[in-house]
């Protein structure tokens, strides 16, 4: 079992920043992987970056390369997303997610989920 926890979301203008942060624990092999996923209204859920829990290069989505930042704190297992230059289509409820392997972009390899931290993005 893993279990996740995300923080940090919240509301901010064009243009501004925000950090997620994820606590995870739980299975440490079903944590080889962790991604933030998105989902707007009346949309699909999209992934948004991930990374090998014990280092590598991340993968972004081309819509957030340049302005997102994932990292990892494996000391305190912790996980985050650093997002900068906010756009209003960034808004979503954001999830943080775990998976053993498999494309890093595809969210039924993911077998463990957050419950979702919202981020509104106004003009």
């Known amino acids: 079992q893993v279990r996740l926890m995300e923080s940090g979301g919240g509301s901010v203008q064009a243009g501004g920043s925000l950090r997620l942060s994820c606590a995870h624990s739980?299975?440490?092999?079903?944590?080889?992987?962790m991604a933030w996923f998105r989902q707007a209204p009346g949309k699909g859920r999209e992934a948004v970056a991930a990374?090998?829990?014990?280092?590598?290069?991340?993968s972004y989505a081309d819509s957030v390369e340049g302005r997102f930042t994932v990292s990892t704190d494996n000391v305190n297992d912790m996980f985050y997303l650093q997002m900068d230059n906010l756009k209003t289509e960034d808004t979503a409820m954001y999830y943080c997610?775990?998976?053993?392997?498999?494309?890093?972009?595809?969210?039924?390899?993911?077998?463990?989920w957050g419950q979702g931290t919202q981020v509104t993005v106004s003009s």
């Open positions: 990374v090998l829990r014990r280092g590598g290069n991340p």
């Open positions: 997610a775990t998976k053993l392997s498999g494309p890093w972009n595809e969210a039924t390899n993911y077998r463990y």
């Open positions: 739980g299975d440490t092999r079903a944590r080889n992987w």
